[in-house]
């Protein structure tokens, strides 16, 4: 079996042991897990189990045995020891809480995808109940406000080609684009597609907030070749470019904003923070965030940026379109 096979497999046997308080037979595993059923016998699945059970503990995941039963020699069963799993209380200090929290912008708890899911369903037709609060920590994704990301991380991942309508920066006109993906990465606070460019015959980098819906494959997964030498930042680098840095002012209510003044080099009560920032949008969307806890003084793009995004999150709710105009201004 391949390495990442074999991961796979670990990976939804520690989430099956998880994601209940109780005992998990081996035959409740044994369906509550897809890779088991390539055992074509009970005893290549026995073989199966124990050399993952060994391999679990070696890697330091605190797997015990115990039964439910506490008058009858039942069988045994197994979960993992959440007390040596769990991280202890842990103390920080305001400064580095304020990073924990720009970066949950970045890594939020993933709901849990493909076989994974599929354990969770098996263990509740099992008669077992999950408990997906143990999961947290096991399986991080990327969010990110790019409707493109998801497709276009999904057809890099199965070496998809794909065609999608891309809007130009230099014309603003939008073209039909067909392209080998490569790799997806961030560069000045922007996500981009690297990739060959097959109209073009040559490699291409792609603003994801530039994509239009509507992404489609054009081929098989495992399709596309990608360069062994691939530098994907640096060819991102080399076209993309640097918004120049500017100076936001933004008023601040209460205790919100904790990564503003941090970054804005601020005391912790400050209610008004002066932060340097280069691109417009993802400012906008940490200061829209914090909902009537902030409001733009100064740039005017800025502050327009941040009222855009609040009309589209009552439209998309249903709500009149009209944000109250001391939303966003400082008044």
């Given at each position: 079996m391949a390495p990442a096979q074999r991961t796979e497999r670990l990976l939804n046997l520690v989430i099956a042991l998880l994601s209940t308080r109780r005992w998990?037979?081996?035959e409740q595993i044994r369906q509550a897990v897809p890779q088991y059923s390539e055992a074509t016998s009970d005893e290549a699945f026995d073989r199966m189990f124990e050399?993952?059970?060994?391999?679990?503990?070696?890697?330091?995941?605190?797997?015990?045995?115990?039964?439910?039963?506490a008058w009858f020699d039942d069988e045994a069963g197994y979960r993992v020891d959440r007390d040596a799993w769990e991280l202890p209380a842990i103390d920080v200090t305001p400064e580095e809480l304020a990073v924990l929290g720009l970066a949950s912008r970045v890594w939020q708890q993933a709901s849990l995808a493909g076989p994974a899911s599929r354990a969770l369903v098996k263990l509740r037709a099992l008669g077992v109940e999950p408990d997906e609060s143990s999961l947290v920590g096991v399986e991080p994704r990327v969010r990110t406000s790019e409707p493109a990301f998801s497709p276009l991380y999904a057809a890099t991942r199965d070496r998809a080609p794909v065609a999608f309508r891309y809007r130009?920066?230099?014309?603003g006109e939008t073209a039909r684009r067909r392209v080998e993906p490569w790799a997806i990465t961030s560069c000045y606070g922007r996500w981009y597609l690297v990739g060959h460019d097959?109209?073009?015959g040559a490699?291409?980098?792609f603003r994801l907030d530039r994509v239009s819906p509507g992404i489609t494959r054009t081929g098989e997964p495992a399709g596309v070749p990608v360069p062994a030498d691939l530098d994907a930042r640096a060819l991102v680098r080399g076209r993309a470019v640097a918004p120049a840095e500017?100076?936001?002012?933004?008023?601040?209510l209460g205790a919100a904003g904790a990564g503003l003044r941090l970054r804005a080099g601020a005391p912790a009560d400050a209610q008004e923070v002066e932060v340097a920032f280069a691109d417009v949008d993802e400012l906008a969307q940490e200061v829209a965030a914090l909902g009537a806890d902030a409001r733009v003084l100064d740039p005017p793009d800025l502050r327009e940026a941040v009222?855009?995004?609040?009309?589209?999150?009552?439209?998309?709710?249903?709500a009149a379109?009209?944000?109250?105009?001391?939303a966003g201004t400082g008044r």
């Open positions: 998990l037979r081996k050399r993952d059970k060994e391999e679990l503990r070696d890697l330091g995941v605190p797997l015990v045995t115990g039964t439910d039963a130009t920066g230099r014309t097959l109209d073009r490699p291409r980098v500017r100076s936001a002012r933004v008023r601040l009222l855009d995004l609040w009309r589209g999150v009552l439209s998309a709710h249903g379109e009209d944000v109250p105009a001391a």
